[in-house]
C-alpha cells in the first residue's frame, strides 16, 4: 500500500540526510571550526587590560601564578560542560534545538559588542571588575569565571560538544579546549609584566574581526537549531 510505503521512504531519506551531515564536516573542518569559536568567544586579548586593572598591586610571579589557575579553572568548567551538558539537558527537560537558539543570542550578543570594539557585559560586568580590583586573589572569580569561561564560551563548548560526531571528533573538542586554555594562559602571561607590547588599534581591529567570526558562528548555531526543529516537525507529521 502507497501508505505503509511513504513513511519508510521518509525515514530513509531522513537516515540519509543525517548521514551526510555528519560526513559533511571532516576532523580537521571540526578542529578548525572548534578552535576558532572557542578562542573567539574567550577572548583572552581582550581579557589583557581588565586582568592588568585588577591587580595593580601584585608582582608579576603574583600575576602569573593567577593566570595559571584562572585558565585550569577555565578548562576544568569548559570540559565539565561540554561532557555532562546533555546529561543536565535532560535532567532539566531541555532540548538541544532550544539550547542552540538562546545559545545563538547570547554569541550573537557578545558578537555585536566585539563588533563595536566593546568588552560585552555578558562575559563582565563592570561591577565584577570593580569587585576583582578590590579582591587579592581574582583567580576563580571573576577571571576564571565569568571573564574567560563565561556564558558564552560554555554554551559554545555545549553546542560543539554536540555536533562532534564520533570518539575523535569528541577528543579533538577536548584537545581544543585545553589548546585554547593553554593559549589563554601564555597571553596573560605575557602581560603579567606589562601590556606595553599591545597596541589599542591593533587590538580593536583584532576584537572586531573576531566579532565579524564569532557573529557567523551564532547565526550558523541557530540555523542549525531551526533545521532541527523543521526536520523533527517533518517527521511528526502524519503521513
Known sequence: MPGRIEPKAFGVRSVAVDLLDALGMNLSEYILLASSSLFVIVDPLATVPAFIAMTPHDTPEQRIRMARLACFTMAVVLLGFAAAGKWIFRFLGITMPAFQLAASIVLLLVALDMLRAQRSRVQETREETKAGAEKTDIAVTPLAVPMLAGPGAISTAILLHNQAQGVRQHIALYGCILGVSL?????????????????????????????????????????????????????????
Open 183 to 239: 593559549t589563554s594562559y601564555l597571553i596573560l602571561r605575557t602581560s603579567a609584566r606589562g601590556a606595553r607590547w599591545l597596541n589599542p588599534i591593533a587590538m580593536n581591529l583584532a576584537v572586531r574581526i573576531m566579532g565579524l567570526l564569532l557573529s557567523a558562528v551564532a547565526v550558523q548555531f541557530a540555523i542549525n537549531a531551526i533545521n532541527t526543529l523543521r526536520s523533527n516537525a517533518g517527521a511528526a507529521l502524519p503521513q
